[in-house]
């Protein structure tokens, strides 16, 4: 098998840094009973309800940062692929009417995460921006750290896991 894009053209420490926390943050999400029940009974994070838990509260962040990320990953919006007429596609990631803009952002990090491991960020070809791809995951990074600090329940698991 041949890949075009080296890998060395991207970041592996982001991306496996990136891969690594959400993957502690759903187990703890988990754990702290965001729960919810996917196809055949699977268990899986409830991030929309852990985002409505913790409206309002990434005012609190103390990172001088975090509020810069949030803004930087809503502006750059990374798009989930969808099937149209048997093709693959692309849809923005709607923002409800009672979406928080916590439950809103955390949206917009699972479709960059969707997108990075389900092949979404290859559709037609190696990566044309990677440096969009890199505000993405840095980005995503700040916001679970964010959120990391503003619930101490979640924050026990991701400790007891760390």
């Known amino acids: 098998m041949t890949f075009r894009l080296s890998a060395e053209a991207l970041d592996r420490d982001l991306i496996l840094e ?4 959400f993957s502690v943050f ?8 965001f729960l919810k029940t996917g196809k055949n009974g699977a268990a899986e994070p409830d991030w929309d309800g852990f985002g409505h838990a913790i409206n309002g509260r990434f005012a609190r962040v103390h990172n001088p940062d975090f509020g810069k990320c949030v803004t930087e990953l809503n502006r750059l919006a990374p798009q989930r ?4 007429d048997g093709r693959l596609g692309w849809s923005p990631v709607l923002r409800l009417d009672d979406d928080s803009d916590e439950t809103y952002t955390l949206r917009l990090m699972r479709t960059a995460r969707n997108n ?3 092949g979404g960020k290859y559709p037609d070809g190696t990566i044309a921006e990677i440096a969009r791809s890199r505000a993405i995951l840095q980005s995503a990074l700040a916001i679970l750290d964010g959120c990391y600090e503003v619930h101490a329940g979640v924050r026990h698991w991701v400790d007891v896991a760390a």
């Not at 990136?18 to 926390?21: D, G, N, P």
């Open 81 to 84: 692929q969808i099937v149209r």
């Open 26 to 33: 759903e187990c703890a999400l988990k754990r702290e009973r």
């Open 116 to 118: 990075l491991f389900h």
């Open 18 to 21: 990136f891969f690594w926390k």
